[in-house]
């Protein structure tokens, strides 16, 4: 095992993970043995992906795809591209969607995948070599049955029609359940483009209730402006709350008399930076980071892992905040933000919209097609809107002590480990 693990054990956010898994493991009274199976994937795939630049040289990338656990279903979740994409990462990643699948109550265990290049630097056909590429050299390790990947950072529906496509003409069918976030034309669902930013403003909404008594009127901040950021902006801002300033890699906008959302969505789009947004007496600031200490009710961090850290958590005001990104707060950040009274939805439920509306998507595939967007909005809607429900009450009834992640934990680890129980693994 030791071999194997080197590969990732000294990755910080995979020990941030286990460090999640150790303190909710003490909780529930798990033994070091048990721990030991939990902390490391089941299979962990690499590839070796040769593509041919458009200036006709032959470039080399690393790819992985890791397979948490399966005690519950088929592995389920993401594939990311970035310039420092890391195998730890990715086994991170897998693991908290074994939690998150768990916790959501789905048929599913946790994967992730990951290719470490800057997306872009690519033009479209190299990125569609790539992700060919990437998709067939995981293809005897993938399978509507055994591993549904779906997007993640700087990937998106084109590149799950692509996979899609590969993987079909490996397998010589239509594969329409082996990826999940598909284009609407190719047996995806619209209600899966908004899903997660939808769930995560819908926890946002819950929290604000019970903390700070409901979310008209109040002001938010949302780091990263991709897939999740987006729709918690815009539904946050139908909903009543008022956000003041949204960020991308280029920097952030602020203005505490609200943002036109529609308006930042448009530029973003149309120019690629939100930076670009002029309207009102917006700030315009190159640094993201400041983002997150900024004056506001409410925080979503949208981007990625790791930015809510001991270094910036005393400047952080914010009293109320969803995790839409994986892993964006450090453990000891965490401790620190419960101490002074601030409710954090932890991602494996304030993110989960995306992979339940998978689920969604995945079942309409495999039934022939039975909801429309509408129905899978309103049964996402409730079926996150129980879960919290489930998660808040078990904390203020069991963990009062410690944060919310602790119950999503309690209830999220206890399932697969009763699912490895009752088929035998351990
Ligand atoms: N998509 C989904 O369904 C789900 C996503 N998540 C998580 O949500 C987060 C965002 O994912 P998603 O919206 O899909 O990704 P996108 O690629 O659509 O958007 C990512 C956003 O974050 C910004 N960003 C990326 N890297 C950094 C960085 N290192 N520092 C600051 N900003 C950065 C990007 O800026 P720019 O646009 O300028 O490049 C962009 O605005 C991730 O943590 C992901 O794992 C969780 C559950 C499901
Ligand atoms: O929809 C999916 O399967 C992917 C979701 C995902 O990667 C995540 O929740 O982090």
Redesign the pocket.
């Known amino acids: 095992m030791n071999e194997y693990a080197s590969l990732y054990e000294n990755d910080p956010v995979y020990q941030m993970a286990v460090k999640q898994l150790r303190e909710s493991a003490s909780l529930l009274g798990l033994s070091d043995e048990i721990v030991e199976i939990l902390r490391h994937p089941e299979k962990l795939v690499q590839v070796k992906i040769t593509i041919r630049r458009d200036n006709g040289k032959l470039e080399t990338y690393l790819g992985w795809r890791s397979q948490h656990n399966s005690a519950l279903g088929p592995y ?3 594939v990311r591209y970035g310039e420092d994409v890391t195998p730890g990462e990715v086994v991170a ?1 897998s693991m ?2 074994t939690w ?1 699948t768990s916790l959501a109550g789905i048929p ?1 265990g946790g994967g ?1 995948g990951g290719v470490r290049v800057n997306p872009k630097a690519l033009s479209q056909r190299e990125l569609e070599e790539l992700s060919r590429k990437f998709f067939a050299g995981i293809a005897k390790d993938v399978g509507p049955e055994v591993d ?5 950072v700087y990937t998106n529906p084109q590149t799950m029609a692509w996979y899609f496509d590969e993987y079909s003409k490996i397998v010589g069918y239509q594969a329409w359940g082996v990826v ?2 598909k284009p609407v034309e190719l047996g995806g669902l619209y209600a ?1 483009v908004v899903s ?1 930013g939808y769930g995560t403003a819908l926890t946002a909404r819950e929290a604000a209730k019970r903390w700070i008594g409901g979310l008209e009127g109040k002001t938010v901040a949302v780091h990263g402006f991709g897939n999740v950021g987006m729709y918690a902006a815009k539904y946050l801002t139908e909903w009543g709350a008022r956000v003041v300033a949204v960020s991308d890699s280029s920097g952030y906008i602020y203005d505490p008399n609200g943002l036109d959302i529609e308006e930042a969505i448009r530029v973003k789009e149309t120019t690629g930076k939100v930076t670009n947004y002029k309207k009102g007496d917006v700030k315009v600031s190159g640094n993201h980071m400041e983002l997150l200490e900024l004056p506001v009710d409410i925080l979503v961090p949208a981007a990625t892992q790791d930015v809510i850290t001991k270094e910036n958590v005393n400047r952080i005001k914010a009293k109320v905040i969803a995790e839409g990104a ?1 892993g964006p707060t450090t453990p000891e950040a965490e401790r620190v933000l419960y101490e002074k009274g601030v409710i954090i939805v932890p991602d494996i439920l304030a ?2 919209g ?2 339940t ?2 689920w969604i998507e995945w079942s309409h595939n495999r039934m022939g097609c039975w909801l429309t967007d509408e129905e899978a909005l309103s049964r996402l809607d409730k079926m996150m809107s129980l879960n919290f429900n489930r998660v808040y009450d078990e904390w203020r009834k069991r963990f009062p002590e410690h944060p919310m992640r602790t119950a999503a934990y309690a209830i999220a680890v206890d399932r697969v480990v009763k699912a490895m129980k009752l088929r035998g693994w351990i």
């Open positions: 389920k979740g993401g990643l908290w969607m998150k599913y992730k549904i990947p779906a997007p993640d999940t976030a899966r997660t994986n993110n989960s995306g992979v509306m998978s």
